[in-house]
């Protein structure tokens, strides 16, 4: 196994080639959107799982100063739900050929809320940040923490508010005044810190051991924390999230109650995106007249807003409306064009993919 990470983490260019090609050759596959066939979207699935492995090996090769962010969660909650979506396919189609169309929403819906949970408790683990791409992605802090620099195995951090302008020099033991008194007093501080540890090495530990400790009580913001320091921004973003969150899970329920057809789970669907996402904007943006902290969004969280609302574009693919509106209109095109010669050929196959892609719950979801 660790030949094989390895390989992977010298040849991830390659890897990722290899990934691109082969899943891209699935689409084409015959009776890919078949009812009958599952060894399409197991192919799929199968190579789905293979690449969220290798770019989870890749992602976690050994530094020596990992980023801020990586590595404190017990369980890694992303990988967990790549392989899930990666899978969840399979499921639909093997219980929609085994057990029927009806009864596939009950393995459907315990998937949402396996996904649910797993989401949830990733939120939890970051210290209540943005999923990103649905928790499939670690939310990494862009605004690292001062670099640290080793000096007999401690850590030294520059200071913002320390020497940094343009009349210090840096070395490994921090800034350094360009002057030569400064420089001196500098050189015999260093000179005694370092005689100390020597004579007395419990002390390099004792200091270890406290950098270590107040690294640790920083932490990552608990609930109440959040709940109480940010106001009413801290509150509404939390209801955003878990809004979105729990948004598949209550589709689902209502599927499986009124049916495939009724506008109510297509509506309820609908409103708690546009809550959730109202919600989101409002604890993301300033206030001047008021006191609450807003959340302030990094640039990928940023991207995670477009690329929610980019999904609502899912909802003309979703029954009721598509089968009332959209397929309708497809038809209509494809019938045009149909009598142009190439253009109609490839207008035909489009049309037909996208009426396969709409048949499968999990292409559409948006989860």
């Given amino acids: 196994m660790e030949a094989y990470k390895l390989w992977v983490r010298k040849n991830r260019e390659f890897v990722q080639f290899l990934e691109s090609l082969f899943n891209g050759i699935t689409w084409v596959l015959p009776e890919r959107f078949s009812n009958s066939e599952i060894g399409p979207e197991a192919v799929y699935a199968f190579l789905g799982i293979l690449s969220t492995v290798n770019q989870h090996i890749i992602d976690t090769a050994p530094t020596k100063t990992p980023p801020h962010g990586l590595g404190e969660s017990t369980f890694p909650w992303s990988l967990c739900l790549s392989i899930i979506k990666d899978s969840e396919t399979v499921v639909e189609v093997a219980t929609q050929q085994l057990a029927g169309e009806g009864r596939k929403w009950n393995y459907l819906a315990v998937t949402e809320a396996v996904k649910a949970f797993a989401r949830l408790a990733a939120f939890r683990d970051s210290g209540y940040k943005m999923l990103l791409q649905g928790g499939e992605t670690v939310n990494v802090d862009e605004m690292q923490a001062a670099p640290e620099v080793y000096n007999g195995g401690i850590g030294d951090a520059r200071e913002p508010g320390g ?40 002390r390099s530990k004792k200091l270890c051991k406290s950098s270590k400790a107040s690294a640790l009580s920083v932490g990552k913001p608990t609930l109440y924390n959040l709940w109480l320091q940010k106001g009413l921004s801290g509150r509404l973003f939390v209801t955003g999230e878990v809004l979105f969150v729990l948004r598949p899970l209550i589709y689902v329920l209502f599927i499986r109650k009124y049916g495939i057809q009724s ?62 509106y959209t397929k309708h209109r497809l038809e209509k095109t494809d019938g045009y064009l149909s009598r142009v010669p190439l253009i109609g050929f490839l207008t035909d196959k489009l049309v037909e993919l996208v009426v396969g892609v709409q048949t499968r719950y999990t292409y559409i979801s948006g989860s």
């Fill in 163 to 202: 020497c940094n302008g343009p009349g210090c020099i840096h070395d490994y033991h921090g800034s350094i005044p360009k002057s030569l008194e400064g420089r001196a007093i500098s050189a015999l501080s260093r000179f005694g810190e370092n005689a100390k540890m020597v004579s007395d090495p419990m």
């Fill in 263 to 324: 506008w109510k789970p297509w509506l309820i669907s609908l409103a708690m995106d546009l809550a959730g996402m109202s919600f989101l904007s409002y604890s993301t943006t300033w206030c001047p007249r008021s006191d609450d902290k807003y959340y302030q969004l990094t640039t990928s969280e940023k991207y995670e807003l477009k690329r929610r609302k980019l999904l609502w574009a899912l909802y003309i693919m979703r029954d009721p409306f598509f089968t009332k």
